[in-house]
């Protein structure tokens, strides 16, 4: 196997797990303020070696899910450790968008993040989920815009537009240009 193939190879099994579904229990973990959180499980497929090749199997994986209390968003975190969560999704109900409360939304995912599980930092991808329930009006999130000399997504803007928001590829070279980091200003 030459180089690049063995690249590529590598890269295929670092995939991160490709989610198509995410199942909500019952089961409240806890309240905090203007928000519950909610046990769930994401639903997928990552890829692994079956000693001949690569190859899919389904994964199933705890998640949070965390809905604001009046029915206005909701965002799903899976913890990668004691110090990361991975920002899923997140979305605001079609009745609820283009009134502020995606800005509400980001200051709930700060704050649990931060406030109520001390993570350290936010990983993310500034991209139209899988699973996308949708949005009211025109598609604005796919669009290209420029913000601060880089051509980008509208929706990755709007992300790095939040404060303690950067381009992941600006701490790590390897990023994809979509993802993004929330970091929180203790630990910075």
């Known amino acids: 196997m030459d180089r690049n193939t063995s690249l590529l190879f590598e890269e295929r099994l670092k995939e991160t797990p490709k989610v198509f579904s995410i199942e909500e229990s019952d089961k409240v973990i806890t309240k905090v303020g203007n928000v519950t959180i909610y046990e769930g499980v994401a639903k997928g497929t ?84 899988r699973i996308d329930p949708g949005i009211k009006g025109d598609e604005w999130r796919t669009c290209i815009v420029e913000y601060k000399g880089r051509s980008m997504t509208a929706l990755e803007r709007f992300w790095l537009s939040q404060k303690h928001c950067y381009a992941r590829r600006d701490y790590e070279s390897d990023a994809d240009p979509d993802q993004f980091l929330i970091l929180n200003p203790k630990y910075k």
Not at 87 to 105: C, D, I, N, T, Y
Request: with cysteine.
């Open 46 to 129: 990552e890829n692994y070696w079956n000693g001949s090749f690569i190859s899919q199997r389904d994964i199933d994986f705890p998640v949070e899910i965390v809905k604001d209390n009046k029915g206005r968003f909701q965002f799903v975190l899976q913890h990668l450790s004691d110090e990361i969560t991975h920002l899923m999704l997140g979305f605001v109900a079609p009745e609820h968008q283009q009134k502020g409360v995606s800005k509400e939304m980001v200051k709930s995912i700060k704050s649990i993040c931060y406030n109520h599980y001390d993570f350290h930092r936010i990983e993310a991808r500034a991209s139209v989920p």
